[in-house]
């Protein structure tokens, strides 16, 4: 599911699904709102959209509300994590080519189901499935992040008598090509972003060529196909944001709310029951916008708010004893497939000095972190995987709180202090330099601000300054990724399909992609690569436990833990529940308390 980064996890549903004691308080008995009977849902989210193009959008808020309104070839179960036919029919059928261009190859088949429509009428075919990947293959448009994970794909056959029916083929054999086929890129409908039909003048197969990609790269269609795609109205304006999803997008106010609203007749519904994909039964949806985290707690108070992940970690743990707030909601806190970090930009003059990285990783104490910001709702993690997966390198022990040997490190990288200020220095090409650097944040993050002055404190200790500054959402993810920063705190989400380490770590991934920090080499780079197209699992395992050493000798990331969601949830809904696969919840599947039998799962 696009790059908020992302073989099934092997976990027991008892596992999958964890409420806390408050979530049995409160049964239907004693159960009341003034919002009683009202179908709609009103998700708290803690920072802006940055775009609702979803070939476009880059962060975790966009991709949530865009679930609703898009619909995947193929979709997770969120409670097996198993991937299961949306879109399509069912699973493809995956068979390797012997002969022909793309021996050697796969061919990957797919028929959509024959319900699909777009809100116009049309059904959806295999053309639409061709015009959402060429148009991620553009050049120009604004999803260099996506295209990583769909470069293996290099063709695609639609059935003449039933275009439906497509096939995808590929050059070589690729270890995630289920996944990677059907769940990176929801379809997108060619009559809404691309009526002129520009795309039609090239084929996957030529956009898929590198040597055929660059002839056309300036083709004038190519171009001004990328500018209306990337233009204001395809990210954020009514009409213009469209897919065959349950809900249409309704209004945006920057910083204040997003409203989708159920679409009346909608193809799925006659599919309801069938599978959790079809499940939408609130009439609206509505993500409000608030970074402030005190007063988005006084708005659940005031029951003006559903659904929240985003308190903070001691008014979760405050909130599990108070009777009259788990009156009203549940709090679950599932585990998630997700951890947080502090990048370091390796290209910065001071950070490309590993001994410096290290050093900095030594005066970081996770044990605090967890045990004082997040109350125990987390684990340490040491590698760009989730402890949870098979191929988690378990023999990485991560560098430990130390700030003796961090002392060390920074004098053997030459930094002094020579003039008795508190803070070490060190010449530079003829120019003194202290050793200063600057740590960023998104505004209303108060974990993040907080790991910030922990770190601050811990380095002030060594010698080295540590200035914690915040900034607004959209901003934050501009200068990361223009790699604007010395170091940064941040999250990565990671679905339960097989992990591409290629759209955050391949060197390729530095300008576009989601290699902000400025990781690898050419060696990092064949073990990626060596990792996509290993098809035996027990071998894929291994080069994933190398790569990850790799990752860990070199300190792109000082990697924290990985927390469990804090998800509070109204008992207006006679089926609440919380999941480990990010963000928890699925708001469309909630059924207001008392307002229709519907079919269950």
């Not at 596992?15 to 708290?44: M, N, Q, Y």
């Not at 022909?100 to 319900?115: H, N, Q």
């Not at 909608?266 to 079809?278: E, K």
């Not at 760009?384 to 709180?401: D, Q, R, V």
């Amino acid at each position: 599911m696009k790059s908020v980064a992302l073989p099934t996890l092997f976990m027991a549903a008892g596992f999958i699904l964890t409420g806390c004691p408050s979530a049995k308080k409160g049964d239907s008995a004693e159960w009341h709102s003034k919002r009683e009977g009202v179908k709609e849902v009103i998700i708290h989210e803690l920072s802006d959209c940055d775009k609702l193009n979803p070939l476009t959008s880059t962060d975790a808020s966009s991709t949530y509300v865009e679930y609703n309104i898009f619909m995947y070839l193929l979709d997770i179960n969120k409670e097996t994590l198993e991937l299961n036919p949306s879109l399509a029919v069912a699973r493809p059928v995956i068979t390797p080519v012997t002969d022909g261009e793309f021996a050697g190859g796969l061919a990957i088949s797919y028929e959509i189901r024959p319900e699909a429509v777009w809100d116009n009428g049309q059904p959806v075919t295999g053309h639409d499935v061709a015009f959402t990947f060429k148009a991620v293959k553009n050049p120009h448009v604004d999803c260099e992040h996506l295209r990583p994970y769909l470069d293996f794909i290099w063709h695609i056959e639609i059935d003449k008598d039933n275009p439906k029916k497509f096939t995808f083929y590929t050059k070589d054999v690729f270890f995630a090509a289920e996944s990677h086929s059907a769940y990176q890129a929801p379809i997108i409908p060619e009559y809404v972003y691309d009526p002129d039909g520009l795309m039609r003048a090239f084929t996957l197969r030529e956009l898929s060529d590198p040597l055929q990609a660059a002839r056309l790269r300036e083709h004038p269609k190519m171009m001004e196909f990328a500018r209306n795609f990337n233009s204001e109205k395809y990210q954020r304006e009514r009409g213009y944001v469209v897919g065959c999803g349950p809900y249409a997008f309704v209004s945006w106010t920057t910083g204040q709310r997003i409203i989708l609203e159920k679409k009346k007749n909608w193809w799925g519904d006659q599919l309801a029951g069938t599978a959790v994909n079809f499940a939408a039964y609130p009439e609206k949806l509505i993500y409000e916008i608030i970074n402030d985290r005190t007063t988005a707690l006084a708005a659940m108070k005031d029951e003006t708010i559903d659904i929240s992940d985003a308190l903070r970690e001691k008014d979760f743990f405050d909130l599990r004893k108070n009777v009259d707030f788990t009156r009203m909601y549940h709090l679950f806190d599932p585990m998630q497939l997700a951890y947080t970090y502090i990048g370091l930009n390796m290209k910065h003059p001071i950070l490309s000095d590993l001994n410096v990285r290290k050093a900095l990783a030594h005066a970081v104490d996770r044990k605090q972190i967890i045990d004082v910001l997040v109350y125990g709702l987390g684990i340490p993690i040491n590698g760009p995987f989730h402890p949870t997966k098979k191929y988690y390198n378990t023999e990485l022990k991560g560098y430990a709180f130390d700030l003796q040997r961090a002392q060390q490190l920074l004098e053997e990288a030459g930094w002094k202090d020579t003039d008795g200020d508190g803070i070490r220095d060190k010449v530079i090409n003829g120019k003194k330099y202290p050793l200063k650097l600057v740590f960023k944040y998104n505004a209303g993050n108060d974990t993040r601000e907080k790991i910030g002055l922990f770190f601050k404190d811990n380095c002030r200790k060594i010698g080295v300054n540590i200035e914690v500054i915040a900034r607004e959402w959209t901003v934050f993810l501009d200068e990361i990724k223009n790699h604007n920063f010395d170091l940064y705190c941040g999250a990565w989400i990671q679905d339960p399909t097989e992990d591409d380490p290629k759209q955050l770590w391949h060197t390729e991934s530095y300008q576009g992609g989601s290699n902000y920090v400025g990781f690898g080499d050419a060696q990092t780079d064949l073990l990626i690569e060596a990792i996509r197209r290993e098809i035996d699992e027990e071998k894929r395992n291994a080069l994933y436990k190398q790569f990850q050493s790799a990752v860990e000798a070199q300190v792109p990331y000082i990697f924290l833990y990985s927390p469990n969601a804090r998800i509070v949830m109204s008992k207006r809904f006679e089926n609440a529940k919380a999941y480990t696969a990010r963000p928890g919840y699925t708001e469309r599947e909630l059924i207001v308390r008392g307002t229709r039998n519907v079919a269950r799962f």
